[in-house]
């Protein structure tokens, strides 16, 4: 009996030790403090080259103090979809906050990133369709293109003759397109290159879609994102976003064209069919609306700490790779070199993680080291010397 129960999960065990034997396996370590650019792990203090909390403000008394006031005038949860009941005062005034700050005519707020992708996409393509997908798009990209059920073409990364190519020789074969892509792409920290892609797509018809995760709060003035570091204003059909990065808090949004927020309103199924955001992070989103529209001190600031940290990296003798943002890749090769490489920092009181296969490319294993403006001089420095002196006792400089 138990023998036979057991055995129809077995497939769980197999697949579990290969990702052990593959060193696949994710160690997920636990944080015992906020977010800052020191954090308690696992027991130890660190200093965090982790998170994507670019500005600072996962843990910024502002936002907080919004967060409390909201849960003591409106309660901790609306117990409803946006589309019944669960539309609160401070949905309504955030998406017209974000549309504002965006320089778009509407916005949509759904629960997360994650969620903007599977709101969005399958509402405007379907099975008749095509999607022209960059090679390497985020996960929720892929995942709201399969749930689409429309036909997915790969171009090559950030590569718009490609997209061109395969957009001419498909395109007829659907009813419409869709070209979708990241604006900055995570593991490389590289920007698309927007502008030519957007010319591709436009000269064909076919609607445009971009990702702008981790451009929202870091690219374009004051962290108006991809979109605006581009001058693309009223040409991309649809901009997702998240508030879960840079603005610290969680969230996604939908930002474009009336005609195309309004559609979603009625059509995007985790808007239709899960419940609303809480009040205390929706009012914290406020907040972090409001202090990127008071000053680009923190955007400057983490632009700076970027350019301070790339520019110490590269002279101690480190490949920072091909990143334009704060994401900056240090290139190790060799998975398990990376991984010991992440280990010994750890160990050395820093927080970074290792990236391999299948995350990244056989051969581009690497430390994936995220700034934020929360680091001061002296944090960084700290991270440089710790960098310094894993990397000559690995063999990685000298
Ligand atoms: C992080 C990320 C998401 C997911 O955002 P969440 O708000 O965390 O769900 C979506 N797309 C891209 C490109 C991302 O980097």
Redesign the pocket.
């Given at each position: 009996m138990s023998d036979s129960t057991s055995d129809k999960l077995s497939f769980i065990d197999e697949e579990i030790a290969r990702l052990k034997q593959e060193g696949l396996y994710i160690n997920i370590r636990t944080i015992e403090s906020p977010v800052g650019s020191w954090m308690v792990v696992d027991g130890k203090r660190v200093l965090n080259l982790c998170t994507n909390n670019y500005l600072g403000l996962a843990d910024h008394p502002k936002l907080k103090e919004a967060a409390k006031k909201a849960i003591d005038e409106w309660g901790v949860g609306p117990a409803a979809v946006r589309s019944i009941a669960g539309t609160q005062r401070l949905h309504v005034e955030l998406e017209r906050r974000l549309a504002q700050f965006k320089g778009v005519e509407d916005a949509l707020f759904v629960q997360?990133?994650?969620?903007a992708?599977q709101a969005a996409i399958p509402a405007l393509v379907g099975r008749e369709d095509v999607i022209f997908s960059d090679r390497l798009n985020?996960a929720?990209?892929i995942d709201g293109c399969r749930l689409s059920r429309a036909k997915i073409i790969v171009y090559e990364h950030c590569d718009p003759d490609d997209a061109r190519r395969k957009i001419e020789e498909n395109l007829p074969n659907y009813r419409r397109g869709l070209l979708i892509t990241?604006g900055v792409f995570?593991m490389d920290g590289d920007i698309a290159p927007l502008d030519k892609l957007y010319e591709v797509a436009e000269s064909y018809g076919v609607m445009t879609m971009v990702?702008d995760?981790?451009g929202e709060g870091v690219l374009g003035r004051g962290g108006r994102g991809i979109v605006d570091h581009f001058g693309l204003h009223g040409k991309f059909d649809v901009e997702?976003g998240?508030l879960?990065?840079a603005f610290g808090v969680?969230?996604?949004v939908i930002a474009g064209k009336k005609r195309i927020v309004d559609y979603l309103r009625q059509k995007a199924r985790p808007f239709l069919f899960s419940s609303a955001t809480t009040p205390a992070d929706t009012a914290a989103c406020l907040a972090a609306v409001d202090i990127l529209e008071s000053s680009t001190e923190l955007v400057d600031r983490l632009w700076e700490n970027t350019r301070y940290f790339k520019s110490e990296m590269q002279r101690l003798g480190f490949d920072t790779g091909q990143s334009q943002t704060p994401i900056t890749p240090v290139m190790l090769g060799e998975a398990p070199l990376a991984k010991r490489f992440s280990e010994r920092l750890f160990e050395e009181g820093v927080f970074a993680m290792a990236l391999g296969y299948p995350t990244v490319p056989l051969g581009a294993a690497r430390i994936r080291v995220m700034i934020s403006a929360s680091l001061t001089r002296e944090d960084l420095d700290f991270g440089l010397e710790a960098f310094a002196r894993v990397g000559k006792e690995l063999g990685v400089i000298s």
């Open positions: 997360s990133g994650f969620c992708n985020h929720s990209i990241d995570s990702d995760a981790h997702i998240t879960s990065k969680v969230g996604g």
